[in-house]
């Protein structure tokens, strides 16, 4: 790999998460507020497609989310955990979970993965929906503060240390052996397996990884806002909207997911105010037009044309 590919696969990233560092410095109430949600949908983003590259599809994003939001928002009511800890906590729910159903769902491949990470996070916003007692029910639950008393600036960085978090699980992935093994799972797993790659240890690692980014987010999520319900928190936006972005700025990467989240971020705030009943059918046509007419993403055209300038010789 030329240094040039070296320096253009994580310029991206960086230049965005510098960017985002200093936002808060020059930003009103109201790009904070927008700037804070991109932020989390774009670490949602990159951590769907740490999955992706092992060729598991997963429409749970939301399923573990929602158990990272009422994971924070029942230790800090019930067991009086620090909301900073309880995000922690948050995270660890959602692995937990992950780990008991990967022993199942993990057995399956393609779109009977796919099909049933979906009607997970259905199951899981029914529970949630019923269980009173811990949960609030449909009234849902509500928090008596906000983490860092409501300081917009605070809970930006507060969000961007999600991004930093899921960026940096990206980052080892690439850069260990989970990389190779994921790959050759993705493109033959006959062929990984007779190699000796340990199938099915793999795919668990993945999945419990991008599961705690996931409940992260999602504590992070509860403890800015104060509130949890089930209608919220399991919204099909956090699974539809970070699947667009990965798939607009390219798979298989970092950069890919960071910079899908920044464009159909902007345009996501743009699409409510417009037709706020009816973009979540712009975030499928777009994921049909970018699946029909870019499959490699954005990042992906990039990375081809300047394998293309370099003759094959490099690798991005």
Same mark, same amino acid.
């Given at each position: 790999m030329t240094t040039f590919a070296r320096l253009a696969r994580w310029l991206l990233p960086a230049a965005v998460i510098a960017a985002a560092a200093v936002f808060p410095l020059v930003a009103g109430p109201y790009p904070l507020a927008v700037g804070q949600s991109i932020l989390?949908?774009? *670490?949602? $983003? %990159? !951590?769907w497609d740490m999955l992706l590259r092992s060729?598991? #599809? !997963? =429409?749970?994003i939301a399923g573990f989310f929602g158990i990272g939001a009422y994971a924070s928002a029942v230790t800090v009511l019930s067991a009086g955990a620090p909301p900073v800890l309880s995000i922690l906590l948050a995270g660890l729910g959602a692995a937990a979970v992950a780990c008991i159903l990967g022993f199942i769902i993990l057995r399956l491949r393609k779109v009977y993965f796919a099909i049933t990470t979906l009607a997970? *996070?259905? #199951? =899981? $916003? %029914?529970? %949630?929906h019923n269980w009173d007692s811990l949960t609030g029910g449909a009234q849902g639950l509500v928090l008596p503060s906000i983490i860092f008393k409501g300081d917009g600036r605070a809970l930006f960085w507060l969000a961007l240390a999600s991004v930093l978090l899921a960026c940096g699980a990206s *980052?080892? =992935?690439q850069r260990s052996r989970l990389r190779f093994a994921l790959t050759a799972i993705r493109n033959n797993e006959a062929s990984a397996r007779s190699s000796g790659i340990n199938i099915f240890g793999y795919l668990m690692a993945a999945f419990v990884v991008t599961s705690f980014i996931q409940g992260i987010v999602g504590g992070v999520q509860v403890q800015m806002y104060g509130f949890a319900s089930p209608d919220s928190v399991f919204d099909a936006n956090y699974t539809l909207l970070p699947l667009a972005m990965a798939l607009l700025g390219g798979v298989y990467s970092t950069p890919g997911p960071v910079l899908g989240a920044v464009l159909l971020g902007v345009a996501s705030e743009y699409l409510k105010l417009k037709i706020p009943y009816g973009h979540l059918v712009v975030y499928g046509i777009i994921i049909l037009l970018v699946i029909l007419l870019l499959p490699q993403g954005l990042y992906g055209q990039y990375r081809r044309r300047v394998r293309a300038g370099l003759g094959g010789r490099g690798h991005v």
């Open positions: 989390l949908y774009m *670490a949602l $983003a %990159v !951590s060729g598991q #599809i !997963s =429409f749970g997970l *996070a259905e #199951i =899981f $916003a %029914v529970i %949630v *980052a080892f =992935f």
